[in-house]
């Protein structure tokens, strides 16, 4: 089906459900690739100890990668799908949503070559030679910790992505009010947590994203099991 405003208004509901399997996604992907490949392969404090666990499961590292780039491949037809859904609330909004979604994906990605850094770091290229085995552990470390500091920054820009659409949610009429407060918490607890990674390191935690997940599994849930409320979608388009 060719997308097109028109197509769009004709079919809502296969958009919502389209994007709900994609938001899906992203959260798997997500969780995949930082509980299970860099929570499992990072040990805090200790350099040689998380590059003797890359170097061990590159392969695994490198799996982990390509699942933060899937997530952020579905994420763009996802939010182009949110902005038309949610435009008959407020175009200017949504458009702003889109556009700090835009750059929220932009520093994400851009983000993924520390990862790849670290890896190179620990590489057995000619020219890694210069450096004794345990100045490119540090690199490599610094690497991962600067991809940290990078996802950080992203997801201010997703903090207030989730704030409009908290927003909009609550005042549509075809979403669950609920949700829209579900993720304006969302909204409040990404940006909390990563302006205290820059200022207060020590109060970022990972505790205080828990609410962020439970409100976009929530909402990508609801648009696959439930999509929009047509007649009150319908009348909002009308006027």
């Not at 890359?54 to 579905?74: P, Y």
């Not at 600067?146 to 609550?170: N, T």
């Not at 609801?222 to 388009?237: D, E």
Request: aromatic share 14%; glycine share 6%; charged share 10%.
């Amino acid at each position: 089906m060719k997308f097109n405003l028109k197509n769009f208004e004709n079919s809502p509901q296969h958009y919502a459900r389209i994007a709900g399997v994609l938001y899906l996604i992203i959260i798997v992907m997500g969780f995949f690739a930082e509980t299970f490949v860099r929570n499992k392969l990072f040990v805090s404090g200790d350099a040689t100890a998380t590059a003797n666990n890359i170097i061990h499961s590159q392969l695994l590292w490198k799996i982990g990668i390509t699942a933060d780039l899937i997530m952020q491949i579905c994420d763009l037809p996802v939010m182009i799908i949110l902005y038309y859904l949610l435009k008959p609330v407020s175009r200017k909004l949504a458009f702003l949503n889109l556009s700090f979604n835009l750059i929220q994906t932009a520093v994400l990605v851009a983000n993924k070559l520390n990862l790849l850094a670290a890896l190179f770091f620990l590489g057995d290229a000619d020219y890694l030679k210069s450096f004794s085995p345990d100045q490119l552990h540090t690199l490599s470390y610094l690497s991962i910790k600067l991809h940290d500091f990078g996802f950080g920054i992203g997801l201010i820009f997703f903090g207030f992505v989730c704030l409009f659409e908290g927003y909009m949610i609550f005042k549509s009429g075809y979403f669950p009010k609920a949700i829209g407060v579900l993720m304006t918490i969302a909204g409040i607890c990404y940006l909390f947590n990563s302006f205290a990674l820059i200022l207060v390191p020590q109060l970022s935690s990972i505790v205080l994203l828990m609410p962020c997940l439970i409100a976009e599994l929530s909402l990508s849930l609801w648009l696959i099991f439930k999509g929009v409320n047509l007649p009150v979608w319908k009348q909002k388009i009308i006027i």
